[in-house]
C-alpha cells in the first residue's frame, strides 16, 4: 500500500508539472524576460547594412512585422496543448472506471499518455514563436539611416553592421584579469554598430560605436566561520561607451579648422564627452566617451552634427 501511495504521489506531481507548464504557455507572456544578471533581454539581431538607405529600411520594418506574424499565428494556438491534455486525462479516466467495475484494461490509458506527449511537443513548438522585444537599438539605428541618407551620393549605400546579438556574449571578451583573490574579470568590446558612407558633399564618414562592458565570473570562497565552500553567482562590474567617428574631408570643397568652440576636447556633448580629438591631414577623427550603458540615437546624431562645426566651406 505504501509503495502504492508513493507512485501515486510521483505521478501526480508529473501530472502538475505537465498541467502548468501548458497553462504557461496558453497565457501570453507579458512579463518582460531578464537573464541572470537581472537586466531585460532583448530579441537578438545582426543585419549586415550593405545596401541603398530605403533598402535598409525597409527590410528592417519588414523583420519587425514577420516576427509580429508568427507570434500572432502562434497565439491561435495556445489553448489547443491544454485541450489535448485534458482529453487525454479523459481517456485515462475511462480506463480507471474499467478498473472499478473489475476490468482491467490500459488502452485509453496508453492513448492518453500519447496525447500528452502530443501536447507538450505542440507547447514546445508554440513556446518558440514567443520572440522577445526588439532592442532600443534597433528603431535607433534605423532613425540614425533615416537622418543621414539625405548627406549620401545619389545612389550611394552604407557599409557595415548592425550587431544586436548581445554585449556580453564570449565571443566578445577582449581580454581577462584575476585580481589578488584569483577571481576572473571578463572585459568585453561590443562593436554594435558600424558603418561607412561616402556623402554627397564628397567626404567619407565612419561611425562605430562600442560598448564596453565588466563582468566578475562567479567563483569558490570558504567562509571564515564556517570553514564551508560557497559559489558566488557573476556580478556585472559596469559599462561604458565609446563612439569613434573619422571624417574624411574633400579637400576641393573643405578646410578644417583646429579650434571650434562647439567641438573641442573635453567638451560635453549630450551623454557624450570628447575624449580624443584629431584634425590632422585633413581628416577629423575623435572619440567621444559616456558613462551611460543605452545612449539614444539623438546623443549620437548630436555629437556628428557638432563634428561638422570643424569643416569650413572653400570660397568658390
Known sequence: MEAFFCVGGILLVFVLIIFFYLLNTARKRNAPVTNNLGKKDYLPVYISLADKPQSIMQGMDKLKVDV???????????????????????????????L??????????????????????????LRKSDF???????????????????DLRPSGTFLGHLDLTGALLPTKVARTS????????EY?????LALKAK???????????????????SYTKRSRISGKYKTKPEKFKGTEHDLKVRIVAN???????????????????????????????????????SPFEEVEHENILQVIRSAYSLLQRKAA
Not at 78 to 97: E, H, K, N, T, Y
Not at 132 to 140: A, E, I, L, V
Not at 258 to 286: A, D, M, Q, V, Y
Open 132 to 150: 522577445q522585444d526588439f532592442p532600443p537599438r534597433y528603431n535607433g539605428t534605423k532613425s540614425i539611416l533615416h537622418t543621414l541618407r539625405d
Open 188 to 192: 568585453f568590446r561590443d562593436e554594435w
Open 68 to 98: 509580429q506574424k508568427t507570434e500572432k499565428s502562434g497565439d491561435k494556438w495556445r489553448w489547443f496543448p491544454m485541450l489535448i491534455f485534458l482529453a487525454g486525462v479523459s481517456l485515462m479516466f475511462i480506463d480507471l472506471l474499467l
Open 178 to 185: 584575476k585580481d589578488t583573490q584569483d577571481r576572473t574579470t
Open 100 to 125: 472499478l467495475f473489475g476490468y482491467t484494461s490500459f488502452i485509453f490509458i496508453m492513448g492518453g499518455v500519447a496525447l500528452w506527449i502530443a501536447a507538450i511537443v505542440m507547447a514546445r513548438g
Open 199 to 217: 556623402l554627397y558633399d564628397g567626404n567619407i564618414l565612419r561611425i562605430s560605436a562600442i560598448q564596453k562592458s565588466k563582468k566578475r565570473k
Open 251 to 289: 579637400p576641393e570643397v573643405y578646410t578644417i579648422t583646429r579650434n571650434s568652440p562647439t567641438f573641442k576636447h573635453g567638451l560635453n556633448i549630450g551623454k557624450f564627452t570628447i575624449s580624443e580629438l584629431s584634425t590632422e591631414g585633413g581628416i577629423i577623427s575623435f572619440v567621444a566617451s
